[in-house]
Nanobody, 120 residues
């Protein structure tokens, strides 16, 4: 089992920046895919970004490419999401997720989520 706890987020103005952190416990993240999902009101969850443990490769949804950056610190058993040039449409609950691999666009373990609100 992996427990994930997100922190950061909150309120930002359009064009601003926010940082999210995800602290994992229960096992090392060295062999896990770390990712971030978000869910806006009335919409399906969206896979925003992920970092593979193989070669540290990253992937981003087109909606955030060039604005968001995922990173990980295996020594601290943590992952991060730097969000720049925020837009009102980035408003959502953001979830940290982890798993051995991506299966059907999903990861095994999820955090509780935290709110990110971007005002115009």
């Amino acid at each position: 089992q992996v427990q994930l706890v997100e922190s950061g987020g909150g309120l930002a103005q359009a064009g601003g920046s926010l940082s999210l952190s995800c602290a994992a416990s229960g096992r090392t993240i060295r062999s896990l895919v770390m990712g971030w999902f978000r869910r806006a009101p009335g919409k399906e969850p969206e896979f925003v970004a992920r970092s593979s443990w193989i070669g540290g490769t990253t992937w981003y949804a087109d909606s955030v490419k060039g604005r968001f950056a995922i990173s990980r610190d295996n020594a601290k058993n943590s992952a991060y999401l730097q969000m720049n040039n925020l837009k009102p449409e980035d408003t959502a609950v953001y979830y940290c997720a982890a798993g051995p691999q991506v299966v059907a666009g999903n990861l095994t373990y999820w955090g509780q989520g935290l709110q990110v609100t971007v005002s115009s």
